[in-house]
């Protein structure tokens, strides 16, 4: 049920699957609308402070469900070799796109090295700061890694579709019933 | 091998002779032990002001209290060192909105005359560049103190402020209530002289 098996996801990997993905889109679509904020709209700066904060959580849970993907088993990939060996790089770029813009959008704000709040919960501190530029060259990355993965994301949506649609196997399916875990 | 140690050395010493004479007056602006401050005061919507200063710079003057009217200073700003204790809005400050560091990377003054008032009083003009904009700006300057320093060295130290028109540098302010429209810089520095 909770964990993993070579016939599917347990609960964990399932639950940590589609928060990040709900994270993902929503702090796309909330960091995009809000850099375009004027100095005098009400969300200028509470926008951002949702924006660091559930950033922050995301941070932490993907490096939770890298330590659970290492140490758990994996469900058979499907398919030819090719898709095999494409999905499993798509899932890596995945991973490191993910880190990529959550390390470079820490760096943003801990460039001056103040911490980060997370709400009004606790504080994350500034480990790296002050290096030449340090704001501006992280948000450069942060946004173009940002792109890149939302369109990586898109492309591993639509291959989940055409593995449930196309193919007819469970791919899909496995990603959202632990039940799966029980099978064969 | 001994001779050429001994060539190179007298000519170390004949070339440190050469420009101990030609720069008798010249100073060099301690940036390095950082006695040296280029701060900036803009108001913030009326309710208090932000209080901010560049980190890294560096600038050379002439003085001669024998010759003030011969007095010059150039300083020279990596704008991108812009620090407001806030990460974000440092970035912002230096962004395309207002300073654009990216393709105006460095501010310049160069002074082009000094009107002494006293002893140790006057007014400096000079060339302001910022955001890639030259206009000329007048400060008025007071010479705190000069004298040899504990360290073998001979110092000269300065401070003076003026108040800039943002709009002056093409950066666009009118967004923002007219109290922002402009800003104090106040720079004070001492120079080590060569």
């Known amino acids: 049920m909770w964990r993993n098996t070579r016939s599917g996801w347990g609960l964990v990997s399932i639950t940590l699957h589609w928060a990040s993905a709900v994270a993902v889109v929503g702090l796309f679509l909330l960091g995009w609308w809000m850099t375009g904020l004027s100095y005098y709209d009400s969300w200028y700066n509470l926008a951002p402070w949702w924006h660091r904060s559930i950033g ?81 060259i992280a948000g450069e990355i942060h946004w173009y890694s940002a792109v890149a993965l939302v369109l990586l994301a898109a492309g591993h949506t639509l291959a989940a579709l055409k593995h449930h649609f196309l193919d007819r196997h469970d791919t899909f399916i496995r990603m959202l019933n632990p039940a799966r875990t029980r099978r064969r | 091998m001994f001779k050429k140690a001994a060539l190179a050395t007298a000519l170390g010493a004949v070339s440190l002779a050469a420009t101990g004479l030609a720069m008798a007056d010249d100073y060099v602006v301690d940036t390095e032990g950082q006695h040296a401050f280029i701060q900036f005061k803009i108001n913030h919507l009326g309710f208090s002001y932000i209080l901010g200063n560049f980190e890294v710079f560096e600038g050379r003057f002439h003085y001669d209290s024998e010759d003030l009217e011969a007095s010059s200073v150039e300083m020279e700003v990596q704008v991108s060192s812009l620090n407001t204790n806030n990460a974000e809005r440092d970035k912002h400050f230096i962004s395309s909105d207002f300073l654009d560091a990216d393709e105006y990377p460095t501010a310049t003054f160069v002074s082009t005359g000094f009107t002494p008032n ?22 008025p300057v ?53």
């Open chain 2, 118 to 139: 006293g002893d140790d009083e006057g007014v400096l003009t000079g060339d302001l560049t910022l955001h890639g904009e030259t206009r000329e700006i007048e400060m």
């Open chain 1, 56 to 136: 922050m959580l995301l941070l932490f849970a993907t490096l939770l469900r890298v330590l659970w993907r290492l140490f758990q088993p994996t469900p058979v990939a499907h398919g030819s070799r090719m898709e095999r060996v494409a999905a499993h790089l798509g899932h890596i770029a995945l991973y490191v796109l993910m880190l990529t813009v959550m390390v470079s959008g820490y760096l943003i704000s801990t460039a001056k090295g103040r911490g980060i709040g997370v709400f009004d919960w606790f504080e994350v501190p500034a480990l790296i700061s002050h290096l030449p530029d340090q704001a501006s």
């Open chain 2, 142 to 194: 007071t010479l705190m103190g000069e004298g040899e320093d504990p360290w073998g060295g001979y110092r000269a130290g300065f401070e003076g402020s003026t108040t800039l028109t943002l709009a002056d540098f093409g950066i666009d302010m009118s967004d923002f209530p007219e109290a922002m429209h402009e800003l104090e810089l106040y720079v004070t520095f001492e120079g080590v002289r060569q």
